[in-house]
């Protein structure tokens, strides 16, 4: 086996970063002896140097369990994915018969895409509607949406407004969505009805009134937003939420009979704990499920709600006990799922007590009669799609039916993940608001070289999920130290708070203090010593350096936050 000093870093890159990541998942009614899985993935194309996105069908065979005892080794029959192409969202209809899909086509006589809503049915293309001159792109993100009427009869979708090609309003500056929508257009809803001939059924809804301000909610739940109730032809606009400044997320119970859905406090930090409600359609009534939680009481204690990724559109489980939301959330260090009663509000973590401390779990669908659908994984473990039969109050049972690493790069990967470890590390004194993970080689040779690694955000949080980058550099030799300072999500809405006014002080002061703590430990090199960092992990490492430069003996500052002067003026993000 190759020391790690030995390693070729540009082998170990490709090695790691060429496994895929699975990235969601649609399930079947369940016949009574399989579980038919249809799992997407997004894997990186070395010799492109693209992403690609894959489709892979799975039949799992669901034998009797009831929940108390491990899942057996199921024989998963795993059929050869297929690349998606030009293909965009797609969404199966109710009785899981039809499949839409929105295919954008770039055909080389044209600069400009042609776009289609295409319906599919066994291996018969039923109807393809062109949508070029509708609308523009598609929109396939945080603004995204497909989704079909109960009678499938019709569809709807999320879409950019097309741009005025003629006439004065051609030259009218109309600024984008920042944010990570740079060029994005106006998101507006598009009804197909199947019913209408090919050339009239798609119908642009842009009489729908929206808030002055463009910026984004990717990554700022801070924003101004609500929740609205429509006719198919966008009359009798409703908005269900009036008294919450920021609603999102929002998710029908199977029988259409209530909305579930998050909400952060607005205006407020970029990230913050958010709060379940559940609005009435009958009466108008919204009452709050899961209220924002202050201070856990103990670190075993539910810290509140934080759904990074949003949940996905089957996220309910019926049971003996009644519906139950499904929902993937931080909590400290890591990624966890968790049931949460729609009756009660009792919120239960869905993840097994025994697991890796370090491993992180990310929802990827649910059905109704009890089945999960997730990935794990952690620094020393690629991800791994996990099939659960819950119980919920219970407990859950998980098997595995797919798997990141391939038989073709299981030896490799294996050699350099064998030889790394990865545990939390707490902060002094620090039980409750605030965590490192570190990640290192196993046997080192001599005292090793540290990384300190904090977070952007700056509310956010490191996860204990597989980062090729971070178990990369752990294979090569370097100690990496991942940061959740105060002020990280997934420790309570007291810990973000914290923060506010305190930017650049209590921040900085984690950072050094948890660097010190992993020097005392004595297996590292005091002489090297760097920090990395993005954003407002860059303004950190510019912090570092600049107040500790005899200590920190290198920096990379990806896109750091360090020119607030020329930022303020000119940013999406001005929080």
Not at 372 to 394: F, N
Not at 548 to 563: D, E, G
């Amino acid at each position: 086996m190759a020391s790690a000093t030995s390693r070729d870093p540009t082998a170990v890159h490709r090695t790691l970063s060429s496994l895929p990541s699975f990235v969601a998942a649609t399930t079947l009614p369940p016949s009574q002896t399989h579980l038919l899985l249809s799992l997407a993935s997004v894997v990186k194309d070395q010799a492109r140097k693209i992403k690609r996105r894959l489709l892979a069908n799975l039949a799992v065979p669901l034998p009797a369990l009831d929940g108390a005892s491990p899942l057996p080794e199921l024989p998963v029959l795993a059929f050869p994915p297929v690349d998606l192409g030009d293909t965009g969202l797609s969404s199966l209809s109710p009785s899981g018969r039809l499949l839409a899909l929105t295919r954008s086509i770039k055909e080389p006589a044209s600069t400009k895409p042609r776009r289609f809503v295409e319906i599919l049915a066994g291996s018969a293309i039923l109807e393809a509607v062109e949508v070029t001159d509708h609308h523009g792109d598609f929109c396939a993100d945080t603004f995204g949406a497909l989704s079909w009427a109960p009678d499938e009869r019709s569809l709807v979708y999320v879409a950019e407004k097309k741009a005025p090609e003629e006439g004065p309003d051609k030259f009218l500056h109309r600024p984008d969505w920042g944010e990570g929508f740079t060029k994005k257009g106006f998101p507006v809803l598009v009804v197909i009805n199947l019913d209408a001939p090919v050339k009239e059924a798609a119908t642009v809804l842009d009489n729908i009134p929206v808030a002055a301000s463009e910026y984004g909610i990717k990554a700022c739940h801070n924003r101004s937003s609500a929740i609205y109730k429509a006719r198919p032809d966008g009359t009798s606009l409703e908005n269900l939420t009036p008294t919450f400044d920021h609603a999102r997320s929002p998710r029908l119970t199977p029988d259409g009979s209530r909305l579930a859905f998050l909400s952060n406090l607005a205006p407020g930090p970029h990230g913050s704990t958010a709060k379940l409600a559940v609005h009435d359609i009958a009466s108008g009534s919204t009452d709050i499920l899961v209220p924002v939680v202050s201070a856990p009481a103990d670190p075993d204690a539910f810290p509140g709600l934080y759904t990074i990724p949003p949940p996905p559109i089957n996220c309910w489980v019926e049971s003996k006990e009644g519906l139950f939301f499904i929902v993937g959330s931080i909590w400290r260090s890591r990624e966890v799922i968790l049931a949460i009663c729609m009756r009660t509000g009792e919120v239960t973590n869905q993840t097994p007590a025994n697991d890796d401390s370090t491993a992180s779990w990310n929802l990827l669908c649910a059905t109704k009669d009890g089945y999960i659908v997730a990935t794990r994984s952690s620094p020393t473990e690629p991800p791994k799609v996990m099939l659960g039969k819950t119980q919920l109050r219970d407990g859950i049972s998980w098997s595995v039916i797919a798997d990141s690493v391939d038989g073709l790069k299981s030896s490799k990967v294996a050699e350099l993940l064998d030889t790394i470890e990865s545990q939390i590390v707490q902060f002094p004194d620090r039980a409750t608001d605030a965590e490192l993970i570190l990640v290192a080689p196993k046997n080192p040779e001599g005292r090793m070289p540290l990384i300190v690694w904090p977070h952007g955000g700056p509310h956010t949080t490191l996860t204990g999920a597989f980062s090729p980058w971070v178990s990369g550099l752990a294979a090569l030799g370097y100690s990496i130290l991942l940061v959740n300072y105060t002020g990280s999500l997934g420790f309570g809405e007291d810990s973000v708070r914290k923060l506010l006014g305190n930017i650049g002080t209590m921040d900085v002061d984690d950072v050094q203090t948890a660097t010190k703590l992993i020097l005392a430990r004595g297996d590292i090199d005091p002489d090297r010593v760097g920090i990395l960092g993005g954003s407002h992990g860059g303004f950190l490492a510019a912090h570092m350096i600049g107040q500790f430069p005899t200590l920190y003996k290198a920096a990379v500052l990806r896109n750091p936050v360090i020119n607030i002067g020329t930022m303020a003026a000119v940013t999406d993000i001005p929080d």
